[in-house]
């Protein structure tokens, strides 16, 4: 299975190797895997994208994980405001060197073995 059959649910590459032929001077033809490698380095994103917009079931997937991730940061943000008040406060209170003071100090602590 290939990449291309996730999106349009096709197995045309199936017998590819089947169909291969050399020739005397053992030179690859034009299907051949070698120029699979190419066509695979030359991979275009925008094909990848008109592919998922034209999949009706994959572009509703895309848009509900769009919505579960905004609404997950959102939640995160939420959540987090407090702290970042308080993160405000103390470096309006004591600087941005007291902060770096403060994380150095609770740093060597760890470091050292005694946690809090």
Same mark, same amino acid.
């Given at each position: 299975?290939?990449?291309?059959?996730?999106?349009?649910?096709?197995?045309?590459?199936?017998?590819?190797?089947?169909?291969?032929?050399?020739?005397?001077?053992?030179?690859?033809?034009?299907?051949?895997?070698?120029?699979?490698?190419?066509?695979?380095?030359?991979?275009?994103?925008?094909?990848? #994208?008109?592919?998922?917009? *034209?999949?009706?079931? $994959?572009?509703? +997937?895309?848009?509900?994980?769009?919505? &579960?991730?905004?609404?997950?940061?959102?939640?995160?943000?939420?959540?987090?405001?407090?702290?970042?008040?308080? #993160?405000?406060?103390?470096? *309006?209170?004591?600087? $941005?060197?007291? +902060?770096?003071?403060?994380?150095?100090? &609770?740093?060597?602590?760890?470091?050292?073995?005694?946690?809090?």
């Amino acid at each position: 299975m290939e990449f291309d059959d996730i999106f349009e649910n096709k197995h045309k590459h199936h017998d590819r190797y089947r169909s291969q032929t050399h020739n005397d001077d053992n030179k690859y033809p034009h299907n051949s895997y070698h120029s699979d490698v190419e066509e695979d380095r030359n991979f275009r994103w925008s094909d990848t #994208l008109e592919k998922i917009r *034209s999949n009706r079931k $994959l572009t509703q +997937l895309v848009r509900v994980a769009f919505i &579960f991730f905004l609404l997950i940061a959102v939640v995160l943000i939420i959540i987090l405001i407090p702290y970042i008040i308080k #993160l405000i406060d103390y470096i *309006s209170q004591y600087g $941005l060197q007291g +902060l770096l003071d403060s994380i150095s100090g &609770f740093i060597n602590k760890l470091w050292n073995g005694s946690g809090k």
